[in-house]
């Protein structure tokens, strides 16, 4: 998109996931903005299309019970002598209604994932953001990795990775906690040539999908990634590259 609010504002405005402030700040943008009123509307309709696909139609106890029958035939070696041409098509027939119905579960879930993807992302710059303003940046303020991951202990049901990696041109400042997606996270906090950058670490939940990748939103560029057993992202206004190279330094 070429506007000035990204694809993730959109689908986290249209999931009602906004706060006050950012949604009347969104909606103003959207009374000029045909580019914007075109995404929700692709959105609208690809949610009523997974609306009225039905994915929860079960098969009757009739169809249940041929089906049983005719595996049953099939186990027992004598599909060619008891197939009749009603049974031989009821199969194919079946198998691409479950192809059908694979299709469109598959399509849901891709865009559920995507969805929370991107609202996770959101979540993570606008806490970046919040981080900036005075009296937000640090609860612990400190260069020292000894102050910092003590502090965190009792706060957490986790204790971060702390380093400090000044030699290297990315001094530790200090850490927070924060919230992200329901949960507790924390926050390190690194300076680079005057930049703050924000690393958000955090457990990584087997049940729950991780997402690695990077981007930019407004001016901040992001880089996520799952180490072990935590996950992790970088969030700053400094270059890529730099934040590429902190990310070798934690790993």
Same mark, same amino acid.
């Given at each position: 998109?070429?506007?000035?609010?990204?694809?993730?504002?959109?689908?986290?405005?249209?999931?009602?996931? $906004?706060?006050?402030?950012?949604?009347?700040?969104?909606?103003?943008?959207?009374?000029?903005?045909?580019?914007?009123?075109?995404?929700?509307?692709?959105?609208?309709?690809?949610?009523?299309?997974?609306?009225?696909?039905?994915?929860?139609?079960?098969?009757?106890?009739?169809?249940? !019970? /041929?089906?049983?029958?005719?595996?049953?035939? !099939?186990?027992?070696?004598? /599909?060619?002598?008891?197939?009749?041409?009603?049974?031989?098509?009821?199969?194919?027939?079946?198998?691409?209604?479950?192809?059908?119905?694979?299709?469109?579960?598959?399509?849901?879930?891709?865009f559920q994932?995507?969805?929370?993807?991107?609202?996770?992302?959101?979540?993570?710059?606008?806490?970046?953001v919040r981080?900036?303003?005075?009296?937000?940046?640090?609860?612990?303020?400190?260069?020292?990795?000894?102050?910092?991951?003590?502090?965190?202990?009792?706060?957490? !049901?986790?204790?971060?990775?702390?380093?400090?990696?000044?030699?290297?041109?990315?001094?530790?400042?200090?850490?927070? $906690?924060?919230?992200?997606?329901?949960?507790?996270?924390?926050?390190?906090?690194?300076?680079?040539?005057?930049?703050?950058?924000?690393?958000?670490?955090?457990?990584?939940?087997?049940?729950?999908?991780?997402?690695?990748?990077?981007?930019?939103?407004?001016g901040y560029?992001?880089?996520?990634?799952?180490?072990?057993?935590?996950?992790?992202?970088?969030?700053?206004?400094?270059?890529?590259?730099?934040?590429?190279?902190?990310?070798?330094?934690?790993?």
């Amino acid at each position: 998109m070429n506007c000035e609010f990204s694809e993730t504002i959109v689908h986290a405005y249209f999931d009602g996931e $906004l706060d006050a402030v950012r949604s009347a700040e969104f909606e103003h943008h959207l009374d000029g903005c045909e580019e914007c009123k075109a995404e929700l509307r692709k959105i609208g309709a690809l949610r009523r299309q997974l609306q009225k696909s039905e994915l929860c139609e079960q098969a009757s106890p009739q169809l249940r !019970d /041929r089906i049983r029958k005719q595996i049953a035939k !099939d186990a027992n070696g004598r /599909r060619s002598a008891l197939f009749s041409g009603r049974r031989v098509f009821l199969i194919p027939a079946f198998g691409a209604l479950v192809a059908a119905a694979a299709s469109l579960i598959l399509g849901l879930l891709i865009f559920q994932s995507h969805s929370r993807s991107t609202r996770i992302t959101a979540e993570l710059i606008d806490a970046h953001v919040r981080s900036l303003q005075p009296g937000h940046l640090t609860d612990v303020l400190s260069t020292d990795q000894h102050t910092v991951k003590p502090w965190f202990d009792g706060k957490l !049901d986790f204790i971060p990775p702390v380093s400090d990696f000044s030699q290297h041109g990315f001094p530790l400042v200090g850490g927070r $906690l924060d919230i992200i997606d329901g949960h507790n996270v924390a926050s390190l906090v690194y300076s680079r040539r005057k930049h703050t950058i924000n690393l958000f670490v955090w457990p990584y939940r087997g049940k729950e999908a991780t997402f690695a990748g990077s981007g930019s939103r407004q001016g901040y560029n992001w880089l996520r990634w799952q180490s072990g057993d935590m996950e992790f992202c970088l969030v700053s206004d400094v270059s890529t590259a730099d934040l590429h190279q902190l990310k070798e330094l934690i790993r």
